[in-house]
């Protein structure tokens, strides 16, 4: 990333790259078929993690999230949540922070329920795209 500088504005802005050079063709078809969020089933049955909640962040995020790390770090982090149903392709780093602490302060068994009904209508629409 050192060495292109568009490429690094854009991880700045976004937290991820679009075309990623790291992500293999197998490693694309795992995200693209979300095979990479199995595991974290694991960690919910253990109870370190919820379905519907903010996802894992880390320390070293703190600086990048401002005021908002504490907030969100207090809430059981989840498989899928309020950014995931809401992003947009070119959502940045800061709107999808303030998507998280929208969760936390607005968090309710409806809304969780909302968040997980368009998981699952998500998740159909990408496997009917597979086909």
Known sequence: LLDNPEANE?????RKLKDD????????FIRKTSLDEFPQFINVLKGDMSLVGPRPYL??????????????????PGITGYWQINRQENTTYKER????????KNKNIVLDAKIMLSTIKTANTCSRDLI
């Open 10 to 14: 854009e991880f700045i802005k976004y």
């Open 21 to 28: 050079p790291r992500i293999t063709p197998v490693g694309k």
């Open 59 to 76: 320390p070293r995020e703190k600086e990048d999230m401002g005021l908002f790390y504490d907030d969100i770090i207090k809430t059981k």
């Open 97 to 104: 922070i303030e998507m998280e602490i929208y969760y936390v």
